[in-house]
């Protein structure tokens, strides 16, 4: 009994190794998500892009994700897991992985690390993120356009420059229309969570805002709009199936062309570290159809999405004044340079509001 | 004044998951069991909920599918915890990795699915009484539901011998035994309730607060109920009053925020948390003979036979 149950072990063993040596013939890739594959916003967009990635290399390459891994210190374990597991590529899908991604690749310079909207790079740790403040400009312009009160309401995440420049980049828009408009603002302190979204979206709305813009993941706060009959515009991904009369349009995440094209370099042993950093003319993200707005709004809007795309128009175009009234030292020539946008801690002139920290 | 009544409709709302899933935390410690797995059973609910609803159209099925499935997430737990008498703390943080994980099954088929939220009471007349009207008559059915089930569970502590007997065993449950009360069955029907209660709030967040189901959208409350029973030293009164003022203000800073405020945010959502911890000092401090809490609550108990 013993022998044969040795035996039986052995042959498990066996083909344990086999089946290990036919997987290692692919390139594993990794993914850690912030929130579950079903949040229907930002993370769901990156499971879309892994899954379009599988369906054009999946006979290279074998992938895995994890869902919900908490942002901060606990991420390194996580990222530290895919690595053990074989992963020779790694995407880290948001803001806060950023030190525990760099700490994981200084730890393993044979590792290549992708990660998301992040400014600290390493031999082996790229990152890329998209020109998101170029579709924030539009909406901008479409909710000055359909704004009755003349009051906004936008539902921030985390005072983080990515959120603070499309805040920035939505007013100077805005102004552009309505030279009065004004935006309250609200910081859930969290990206995700349906109830707190809902509940600031309420909020903005009693307080007078018509057309509420969100940098959280759900569409609780579409849901609300809807519900009261006002506007909204989506996030990350395609929520009109949440507010069919009240989207009036929606900053789609497109990751999947990077996905691909970073993993056939790195397949073909061409991966290096870089800085993408993509906005409308590059595919990185892209809009939503105009919905539920008048034809002339709707011009507005898709000519100013082909005037960003054409590069002739920059929503950070200098001069840009702060909120003390200064001019901000203008680094990039005719506009704002990158690093100032990627940096972006400052409110723009017409915000009466104060940035948290500041 | 409009904006008071929005004001009071949205911490009502807020505060009713909050203040269902604490009223059934409350009895399962009142019998001496630490459940920390309410999160868990909560998530379940709320996905099994928005299921039955989704699937037949109908919220008050919904409401029941998810009492059900809270009710059966905590027999797990009370197979584990009081049937082989395992530790019930690491049992309940199980139950709640167990929750979120199962959630994530049950609700991936109808993750973007919408159903049309919990109607709210309309009396002609009395609904549209300005200011108090809404508030009083304009509810959904769960708010209701919360505050009778408060009263409901105040009565029967204090005012039954049943619930004498409950809290006989959370407070000394070789004593009970020795009188010969099955401190296990009863223990164990204090863990349903306690499950039911918590299927039942989570089934609320999909049922009438943001009528769509996502994975993880219970976003931690389960844990704010555990913290509320604390907060309310075990007392259904002042569980009603923690729960309307733990949704009062975080309704209200998402107010001053928009008011424009000076107060950092960060500090006013951590406030209700601080205040927990303020009041949990103060009980320690103020303890004149015995303890608040039940004495037993977290024990193992195994009977002698």
């Not at chain 1, 409308?280 to 005037?307: C, G, R």
């Not at chain 2, 199980?94 to 699915?113: K, N, Q």
């Not at chain 2, 009603?240 to 309704?251: D, M, N, P, R, S």
């Amino acid at each position: 009994m013993r022998k044969s149950l040795l035996a039986l072990a052995t042959g498990l063993l066996l083909a344990g190794s086999i089946g290990a040596a036919s997987a290692a013939d692919k390139l594993k890739v990794g993914f850690i998500y912030l929130g579950p594959i079903g949040d229907l916003g930002w993370t769901y967009q990156h499971e879309l892009a892994r899954q379009a990635l599988v369906k054009e290399l999946g006979d290279k390459i074998e992938t895995t994700y994890l869902e919900n891994v908490p942002e901060g210190p606990d991420a390194e374990r996580a990222i530290e897991q895919l690595v053990r597991a074989g992963n020779k590529l790694i995407f880290t899908t948001s803001f806060g992985y950023m030190d525990p991604t760099l700490k994981v690749a200084k730890k393993y310079p044979n590792v290549h690390f992708e990660h998301a909207t992040g400014y600290k790079r390493d031999k082996n740790m790229s990152t890329y993120s998209a020109k998101w403040y170029q579709g924030r400009y539009i909406q901008g312009l479409i909710a000055a356009k359909m704004s009755k009160s003349g009051v906004l309401g936008y539902i921030g995440s985390f005072p983080i420059p990515e959120v603070v420049s499309g805040i920035n980049a939505t007013i100077l828009a805005a102004q552009t229309i309505n030279p009065n408009i004004k935006v309250k603002i609200i910081w859930a302190n969290t990206w995700f969570d349906p109830g707190k979204e809902a509940d600031a979206a309420k909020a903005l709305i009693d307080q007078g805002a018509d057309v509420i813009m969100q940098h959280t993941d759900s569409p609780a706060a579409m849901q609300i709009a809807s519900e009261r009959g006002k506007f909204a515009f989506g996030q990350d991904s395609e929520m009109i199936k949440f507010g069919p009369k009240t989207q009036l349009t929606s900053i789609l995440d497109t990751w999947a062309p990077y996905y691909i094209e970073r993993v056939k370099a790195e397949l073909d042993g061409t991966w290096k570290s870089e800085d993408s950093w993509g906005g409308l003319d590059s595919h990185m993200f892209a809009m939503a159809p105009y919905t539920n707005m008048p034809d002339d709004v709707k011009k507005i809007a898709e000519d100013a999405q082909a005037a960003i795309t054409a590069g002739k128009l920059h929503p950070f175009k200098c001069p840009v004044v702060g909120q003390d009234g200064k001019e901000i030292e203008c680094k990039g020539g005719a506009n704002l340079a990158d690093g100032q946008i990627l940096g972006m801690n400052f409110y723009v002139k017409g915000i009466d509001d104060k940035l948290p920290g500041k | 004044m409009e904006l008071v009544e929005a004001i009071v409709l949205s911490v009502l709302a807020a505060s009713t998951p909050l203040l269902i899933a604490a009223t059934g935390e409350l009895v399962t410690e009142r019998s001496g069991v630490l459940n920390l797995g309410v999160e868990g059973m909560m998530i379940v609910g709320a996905a099994c909920g928005f299921g039955g609803a989704w699937l037949t159209g109908s919220i008050f099925v919904g409401a029941l599918f998810g009492i059900v499935a809270g009710t059966l997430m905590s027999l797990i737990f009370a197979l584990m915890a009081l049937g082989l008498a395992v530790n019930q703390v690491a049992t309940g943080l199980a139950l709640t990795i167990l929750g979120v994980g199962l959630s994530g099954l049950i609700g991936a088929g109808f993750v973007g699915e919408r159903i049309t939220p919990a109607a709210h009471l309309h009396i002609p007349g009395l609904t549209d009484v300005p200011l108090v009207g809404r508030v009083l008559f304009g509810e959904d059915a769960f708010v209701y539901f919360s505050l009778a089930l408060i009263i409901g569970v105040w009565w029967f502590l204090y005012r039954t011998r049943a619930g004498l007997i409950l809290r006989a065993c959370g407070d000394n449950h070789v004593s009970a035994h020795a009188l010969g009360y099955p401190v296990l069955r009863i223990r164990t029907l204090a863990v349903m309730f306690g499950g039911a209660c918590a299927g039942l709030a989570g089934a609320y967040l999909p049922l009438a607060y943001t009528p769509f189901f996502i994975p993880g959208m219970t976003a931690g409350r389960g844990w704010i109920a555990l913290a509320l029973v604390v907060f309310a030293s075990w007392r259904p009164g002042r569980l009603v009053i923690g729960a309307y003022l733990f949704g009062a203000v975080t309704i209200l800073q998402l107010h001053a925020q928009g008011w424009g405020v000076g107060i950092p945010s960060q500090f006013m959502s951590a406030l209700p948390y601080l205040a927990t911890v303020i009041v949990l000092v103060l009980l320690s401090r103020a303890r004149t003979g015995g303890s608040t809490a039940p004495a037993a609550l977290g024990t193992v108990f195994v009977p002698d036979r």
